[in-house]
């Protein structure tokens, strides 16, 4: 029998759902968080302290378009821009990909993701 490896930065249920929306199930995996990978136009990133990892965010670019999604931080380090820098590296990436749009995927009631803006 494997062991699975458990996604320890989202923290509770509530969070994951805001975070990855109604498919993955709790407690989340390293394996669900890599469902979309092969997808072509897609890539995750993540933020490393060390050999901690304190945030992520998944990226899709189809021609000139670009989607933000998944992107959380560490609950233990929020308020150190982490965040910002993250959605900053993806709109960077996601330019260099040749995207001109770029929109973010959001749960609905997930007040915190609607009002940021991009740089």
């Known amino acids: 029998m494997g062991c699975t490896a458990i996604v320890a930065w989202v923290p509770d249920a509530e969070a994951l759902y805001r975070f990855a929306g ?3 199930t ?3 995996t390293v394996e669900q968080l890599r469902e979309h990978e092969g997808h072509d136009g897609y890539s995750a990133w ?5 050999s901690r990892v304190v945030g992520q965010f998944e990226l899709t670019v189809t021609g000139a378009a ?3 999604s998944r992107v959380i931080v560490d609950p233990e380090q929020r308020g150190r821009g982490l965040g ?3 959605v900053a590296l993806a709109v960077a990436q996601a330019h260099t990909l040749g995207a ?3 929109g973010l995927k ?5 007040v915190a993701a609607m009002r940021r803006e991009f740089p």
């Open 22 to 24: 109604p498919r993955p």
């Open 26 to 28: 709790w407690q989340f």
């Open 46 to 50: 993540v933020v490393v302290d060390g």
């Open 66 to 68: 670009a989607w933000l």
């Open 84 to 86: 910002r820098e993250l």
């Open 100 to 102: 001109r749009e770029i």
């Open 106 to 110: 959001v749960i609905a009631g997930n």
